[in-house]
């Protein structure tokens, strides 16, 4: 049976590997993984025939990119919005962090050039969803860095959401052809929730990510008590791009559109 869910450790040299074109998870055709970084270390990314994604997740760092250099910082994800530099293939990204840090980096094949782009907290606002239907416990809040409609050279998607304790996310059941990666963390360490693939359910964890394969259903929950937060990636399929409209519903629960 298909890999969906992981809980992959950091290794010594503080790497967590999610998805890789050639792991358990290849399915998702995307090379994720993230990285802590002590402060003062250095790591430098350059694909070939890949784009690319970083993250910043928590900490202050420094990106430096063509003859361009930004420092930028975030407390934690439940705190501040997000700080991602996105470069295309051949571009040589450079992150140097000036405390201890933690950065997501997300990669796909893609020839295309385009400009690399940092992308800032007002750029991706969050913004809630939800609120006030389904007995108001599926209201989460939603960021999109980029998508299709951003970022239309792009290969990926790159968003986050916010759950409010004991509260449902992609709500109602939901299913997309494209492959997704969720990316969880809570804002305790012993924090956990539930994640829905097709009709298996794993405990979601701190640090846990699910492989979501195209067509299907993946709803998700977080115990009451606790901040969940989920970094999503899509990878779009040649010809048929993952777009904010394409929220196929499962029909069986179309009803609660109209409950009270």
């Keep these: 049976m298909?890999?969906?869910f992981g809980y992959p450790e950091f290794d010594e040299s503080g790497e967590q590997i999610l998805t890789t074109y050639e792991n358990a998870y290849s399915a998702m055709n995307m090379d994720i993984r993230v990285y802590r970084m002590a402060a003062g270390s250095t790591r430098t990314f350059l694909r070939t025939g890949e784009e690319t994604a970083v993250l910043l997740l928590s900490g202050e760092i420094t990106y430096q990119w063509q003859d361009q250099k930004e420092t930028v910082s975030r407390e934690s994800?439940?705190?501040?919005g997000p700080w991602c530099l996105h470069g295309c293939t051949g571009t040589e990204i450079c992150v140097t962090a000036q405390t201890d840090s933690e950065i997501l980096v997300q990669c796909t094949k893609n020839e295309k050039e385009f400009a690399p782009r940092l992308y800032c907290p007002e750029d991706a606002p969050w913004g809630y969803s939800c609120v006030g239907k389904f007995g108001n416990v599926a209201k989460r809040r939603v960021n999109t860095i980029?998508?299709?409609d951003i970022a239309p050279w792009s290969n990926m998607v790159l968003g986050e959401v916010?759950?409010?304790?004991?509260?449902?996310?992609g709500y109602l059941p939901h299913r997309h052809p494209q492959p997704e990666t969720y990316y969880f963390k809570f804002d305790h360490p012993e924090g956990f929730g539930a994640s829905f693939v097709g009709d298996r359910v794993f405990k979601s964890t701190d640090g846990s990510f699910s492989a979501i394969p195209g067509g299907e259903l993946h709803p998700q929950a977080v115990a009451p008590?606790?901040?969940m937060y989920t970094c999503w990636m899509i990878r779009h399929i040649d010809g048929n791009p993952w777009l904010q409209t394409d929220r196929n519903e499962d029909e069986r629960y179309l009803w609660l559109h109209d409950a009270k």
């Design 77 to 80: 994800v439940f705190t501040e």
């Design 162 to 169: 916010l759950n409010d304790p004991g509260n449902w996310s």
């Design 2 to 4: 298909r890999e969906v």
């Design 146 to 148: 980029f998508d299709h």
């Design 225 to 227: 008590g606790y901040q």
